[in-house]
């Protein structure tokens, strides 16, 4: 770079002599440019809409099935309904069945659903959600053994996907895009249960695909993770392990959330490191994939206070947050 620069320098300095003894080619050579001087600039490009209110009826959707839990019949009516509605939009889906040991030694059936667009396309972009929910409103004050409907915590994100889904069938971006609605992330340990504290207990769906990719050498730009995307006036800060791992993605997706208008969502905030699927995507599949989170500094938990209670319900989400998100995605992948 030294070397370079100094080059550049003696070039300019000669260039200048020149021009101002040579009256005669000042026209000729002040219109010539070096090549590596041109910038070309980036063409306009036309960013669809984002649908709130389709995003939220998906979500509304999900909740109607009640809690998806694994093992439960609500949970595989659920899948089959995700399934059929991305097939629906012309996506090329996945099922990624497997079965998963929980922190109590239970065996889970999931299922991750997988949805291609541009099936073909080398450049590609991952978006992601997980579509279970809580087994237990462990941080209520009443009924804690009773599963939530998870509304923000599940539905919202899957909900938003759905809705990118719809329109990037319609408006096929430049890259290729894969959505995967992860299984199992919900059904971690929780505090203060009699048995053994165990790690990584959360996430079994994205720990399970991040060690058995869904196509050989599998390999997407970047990834980004939504979760609890849709409380009313939900601030999404820097997370730790976004920015550890995929620090321009966080900028990128930053940027991109202030250029149109959202800095009030995406504030620049660097917070703590959660726990998310994004952190298996990273540490076991090595894409580079940041979580797009609700941070609250008015809670305890730094959570929405509806967090794995049941008060995560519909009231929980908001049309405006979800158009937030959405848009701010879109912005993202059409101008890759």
Request: hydrophobic letters at 40%.
């Amino acid at each position: 770079m030294r070397k370079k620069f100094k080059i550049v320098v003696l070039f300019i300095s000669v260039f200048s002599i020149a021009f101002w003894s040579c009256d005669t080619n000042k026209t000729k050579e002040s219109t010539e440019k070096n090549p590596e001087d041109v910038v070309v600039e980036k063409p306009n490009v036309a960013v669809p809409t984002f649908n709130q209110d389709s995003a939220f009826l998906y979500v509304e959707e999900q909740v109607a099935f009640g809690p998806r839990v694994p093992n439960t019949a609500k949970h595989d009516q659920c899948a089959a309904y995700l399934i059929n509605k991305l097939k629906s939009f012309g996506l090329s889906v996945i099922v990624q069945e497997a079965k998963v040991k929980a922190f109590d030694n239970s065996t889970l059936n999931i299922k991750n659903i997988i949805a291609e667009l541009n099936p073909e396309a080398t450049e590609r972009i991952l978006l992601t959600a997980h579509w279970d929910t809580r087994p237990w409103a462990d941080q209520d004050i009443k009924e804690k053994n009773k599963p939530i409907l998870g509304a923000n915590d599940g539905g919202s994100g899957v909900g938003v996907l759905l809705e990118v889904a719809r329109i990037i069938s319609q408006n096929n971006p430049r890259v290729g895009v894969d959505i995967i609605l992860f299984d199992a992330e919900d059904y971690g340990q929780p505090d203060g249960t009699m048995i053994e504290q165990k790690s990584d207990t959360y996430c079994l769906g994205s720990q399970y695909w991040s060690k058995n990719l869904h196509k050989v050498n599998y390999r997407p730009i970047y990834g980004i993770l939504l979760d609890m995307v849709g409380a009313k006036g939900a601030t999404f800060t820097k997370e730790g392990n976004s920015v550890y791992y995929a620090p321009g993605i966080v900028s990128k997706v930053w940027a991109a959330a202030n250029k149109i208008g959202y800095s009030n969502h995406f504030v620049n905030l660097n917070t703590g490191w959660i726990t998310d699927d994004h952190l298996y995507i990273n540490s076991l599949a090595g894409i580079p994939t940041i979580d797009i989170l609700h941070h609250d500094l008015a809670t305890q938990s730094n959570f929405g206070s509806y967090w794995h209670t049941h008060n995560d319900n519909m009231e929980a989400v908001d049309r405006n947050t979800l158009k937030a998100v959405g848009q701010t995605l879109l912005e993202v992948i059409y101008n890759e």
